[in-house]
């Protein structure tokens, strides 16, 4: 196990490093550049030539695209993501002030829509051709099928606008510090961020289950005359947990880079909406730096899901 994961984590190396290089590419490819989203138009216009290509030497646009890629990561090797074009803030302040938003949205809404789907998709599977069941997989294809903005929309209508109960966006008010004055602001937007992934989920679990309680050890479990529900709970739903963990893991480097979306529409301040802004204004170093933490959470998450696997299901063998 630990020779298996030693491995896993040295080839996270070269993965990240044709990853970093592609996207780098593919910014470089872009039109236009951090400079001309910087000055206003009025301001270009009267520029020479000659300003025009200090200014690009200033921010050092004017060497050659390897060069520039190897001082960037030369420096991110050291620990230096450099600063944000836009402002002039490091990056890595940028990161610790929007990450933790990021994560706190993510996380809150990975677990309930694990906890809920995970339980829906096995009672449904429980109640295989019920009403019930039948009821549950409708509202699971219509909660994949409708976009999250749509929902969002819907919930800031009905719950902020229309019933004052939740307010409209943002994190925190100013004056507020606790914990307990964030919740009216994150179940909103956690809520919406769920949904899709809670039908998703249950649908994934049910299935997963009906597969686990065709197997020869469910029968072999029933022969013995062990109750139901540990049949159910202690063998069937421990298999059909596999898989699961599975599409669990891959969410939630899905759940940080898909957030984008929620955060627009909830103003929340995480890093999905200082990814707009960036593109926007063609920010490349901190375009990179964000893309790059997306890609290694998602190497990570990897990592994590095949370890957790194995110690979930024995039968399953890391060599």
């Not at 209508?157 to 914990?179: D, K, Q, S």
């Not at 197997?215 to 005359?225: E, L, N, V, Y």
């Amino acid at each position: 196990m630990l020779t298996y994961v030693i491995r896993r984590i040295l080839l996270l190396i070269p993965m990240l490093l044709t990853i970093s290089f592609l996207v780098y590419t593919a910014l470089e490819l872009t039109p236009g550049d951090a400079v001309s989203a910087l000055i206003n138009p009025e301001l270009a216009s009267r520029l020479t030539e000659a300003q025009f290509y200090e200014l690009r030497e200033s921010y050092g646009l004017n060497k050659s695209f390897i060069t520039r890629y190897g001082i960037w990561l030369g420096n991110v090797m050291q620990g230096n993501f450099g600063h944000s074009l836009a402002g002039g803030v490091p990056i890595s302040t940028i990161f610790l002030d929007r990450l933790p938003a990021t994560l706190e949205l993510s996380l809150v809404a990975l677990f309930f829509s694990t906890v809920l789907g995970c339980i829906l998709g096995t009672y449904s599977a429980l109640k295989r051709g019920s009403i019930t069941d039948s009821s549950l997989t409708v509202i699971g294809m219509v909660g994949v099928s409708i976009p999250e903005f749509f929902f969002g929309l819907v919930a800031l209508l009905i719950f902020a606008l229309n019933l004052g109960w939740l307010p409209v966006g943002g994190r925190l008010l100013p004056g507020y510090e606790t914990i307990w004055d964030r919740i009216p602001h994150i179940v909103m937007p956690a809520m919406v961020l769920s949904l899709m992934m809670t039908a998703g989920v249950m649908r994934y679990a049910r299935s997963s289950m009906l597969d686990a309680l065709t197997r020869d050890f469910i029968t072999t479990a029933r022969s013995k005359g062990l109750p139901e529900w540990r049949i159910n709970l202690l063998h069937g739903f421990r298999v059909a947990l596999t898989p699961v963990v599975v599409l669990i893991g891959f969410r939630l480097p899905v759940l940080i880079g898909g957030s984008v979306i929620i955060e627009q529409v909830f103003q929340w301040p995480g890093l999905g909406n200082e990814f707009i802004g960036a593109v926007r204004g063609s920010d490349y170093p901190l375009v990179m730096m964000i893309a790059l933490f997306s890609v290694f959470t998602v190497l990570m998450a990897s990592l994590i899901i095949d370890v957790l696997t194995a110690l979930i299901d024995p039968r399953v063998r890391l060599s």
